[in-house]
């Protein structure tokens, strides 16, 4: 049982280049999440799924785009990467009571 | 949302007992109070979670006061492996987990 993975766990990008940011979860949950967290800050929603085909929009949204096609799979995309979207990426997939959280993508954005 | 405050950062000695703060005077009747922690960089972590009654799992215990304007988060021995930051956080609806809305927390330095 790997939990939650997120892929890569480094990324360094250039102005205006696309990416999309893994994450798998094999826990079977149907609520997954993505967060982002700068530095000395908390984490902000920036999409979540409730379901395979189900997304909707978090606290931060723009910039960035989700798809759930499998339960497993939940990945962010960038569409056009700005510097202001340097951060440290969390994917968390939700039980009832409890939020697990990959490991974390840290993005740079020159 | 029911706001939480808790303080910025906390010592606390190896093997002591951390007593962490929160106050979230205007949570409502059905609304749950969760703890995280988040180690150095990692993803958080799930702690424990209560309603009103106390709560003790394996890693810590939750004391949630009678009136449920504030609750404290007890680590009983702390070790260094303890030192992160410690959220406190109550979602909106009752026994809702999904739409959490993360503050600052509380930075807890376990010393040896």
């Known amino acids: 049982n790997a939990g939650v993975t997120q892929t890569p766990k480094f990324q360094v990008l250039k102005t205006g280049q696309s990416m999309t940011l893994q994450c798998a979860q094999d826990m079977n949950h149907e609520y997954m999440s993505w967060y982002r967290q700068d530095p000395g800050m908390g984490l902000r929603l920036i999409h979540y799924s409730v379901g395979a085909g189900i997304t909707d929009q978090g606290e931060v949204p723009n910039g960035y785009n989700v798809s759930r096609s499998t339960t497993e799979d939940f990945p962010l995309r960038l569409l056009s990467a700005a510097p202001s979207q340097t951060s440290v990426y969390f994917c968390a997939s939700t039980a009832y009571n409890e939020q697990f959280f990959g490991p974390g993508t840290r993005l740079t954005v020159l | 949302d029911a706001k939480t405050t808790q303080p910025p950062s906390m010592d606390c000695a190896e093997g002591r007992a951390a007593n962490l703060p929160c106050n979230h005077s205007?949570?409502?009747?059905?609304?749950?109070v969760y703890w995280y922690r988040q180690i150095h960089s990692q993803g958080p972590q799930y702690i424990i979670h209560g309603l009103k009654n106390n709560e003790t799992n394996e890693m810590a215990s939750l004391i949630i006061t009678e009136d449920r304007k504030s609750s404290t988060l007890i680590l009983p021995h702390a070790t260094l492996r303890d030192t992160a930051v410690y959220y406190c956080?109550?979602?909106?609806?009752?026994?809702?987990?999904?739409?959490?809305?993360w503050g600052l927390g509380t930075s807890l330095a376990v010393n040896p």
């Open positions: 205007t949570i409502s009747g059905n609304e749950y």
């Open positions: 956080i109550v979602p909106p609806g009752a026994g809702n987990n999904r739409k959490l809305i």
